[in-house]
């Protein structure tokens, strides 16, 4: 949800809803979690999950301390690739023009569609999807209207190789939401610390989102950017410190080796 006027639009949080119903939002959750803590607590001591649920809960300071830290950005650069995947959006844009001879916005599902999906003998390019959208149901009529080929990732994936067309789609997306999700919310959220004389970027950390208890973030989502370097390049490590990777998988199978005490797996990392 994005509000504000003329302009410039900022993304809204609870400072734009009005104090009152702000409360009683908060107030509601914070009484719905005391009323079914005792169940969930019963469940879970029920279940022996006393160990896990410590181990859990003292995590919590940890995650705490690392969002009130943040992490050193390089502002000016975000601001630099903002502009520099405007323009590579552009381009492809372009390209697409050039080649095929249609001005398109590749991230409108139903330009794109209308590209894709109408038959050849009707100016499209007759291919098939494997998803359709809901579409809509007219009341009166109980007739389902707007129903058309699926143009998300994963559907222009699979049609690939079947037009030259869709990676051109596929590669504006990327640069969309590199550009949107990532370089431009640095861009936004990242606050000078006059203390250390450098920006700082503090996302939020979740400890319950994610089913096998990994962290995940938002604001924007670090864990996505690990692997693309031109956003990669952009954090920068605090001085006396510096950027290190591990292997959470070997990291969680050793920590599940030595809580079940399983001799056989402690026997296999023993051995390397």
């Not at 809204?12 to 119903?21: S, T």
């Not at 009130?68 to 950005?73: K, N, Y």
């Not at 579409?135 to 079947?162: A, I, P, W, Y």
Request: with cysteine; glycine share 8%; charged share 25%.
């Amino acid at each position: 949800v994005w509000v504000g006027t003329g302009g410039y639009w900022t993304e809204a949080d609870l400072n734009d809803i009005p104090l009152e119903r702000a409360a009683r939002y908060a107030a509601r959750d914070a009484d719905a979690t005391a009323r079914i803590y005792p169940i969930l607590r019963e469940l879970h001591s029920a279940m022996g999950l006393e160990l896990v649920g410590s181990i859990d809960h003292n995590i919590i300071p940890m995650v705490d301390k690392m969002q009130e830290v943040g992490i050193p950005v390089n502002v000016p650069y975000f601001r630099q690739l903002s502009t520099d995947l405007g323009r590579r959006m552009v381009a492809v844009q372009q390209q697409i023009k050039n080649t095929f001879g249609l001005w398109i916005n590749p991230n409108s599902g139903n330009q794109v569609a209308e590209v894709l999906f109408r038959p050849v003998e009707k100016g499209g390019y007759g291919l098939v999807a494997n998803k359709t959208t809901k579409g809509t149901v007219d009341k009166e009529t109980g007739e389902l209207r707007k129903q058309r080929g699926s143009t998300q990732e994963k559907v222009l994936e699979g049609l690939r190789g079947k037009h030259p067309i869709v990676p051109m789609i596929l590669d504006y997306r990327a640069l969309l939401k590199k550009k949107t999700s990532f370089a431009d919310v640095v861009v936004r959220r990242a606050v000078f610390d006059s203390e250390s004389g450098v920006w700082v970027l503090r996302c939020k950390f979740r400890i319950t989102r994610v089913s096998s208890g990994r962290l995940s973030a938002t604001g924007p989502n670090l864990m996505a950017t690990i692997d693309d370097e031109e956003i990669r390049v952009g954090y920068v490590a605090g001085d006396g410190y510096q950027f290190a990777e591990w292997d959470l998988n070997q990291i969680e199978m050793r920590v599940m080796a030595s809580e079940a005490n399983d001799a056989f797996l402690i026997g296999m990392f023993e051995n390397d």
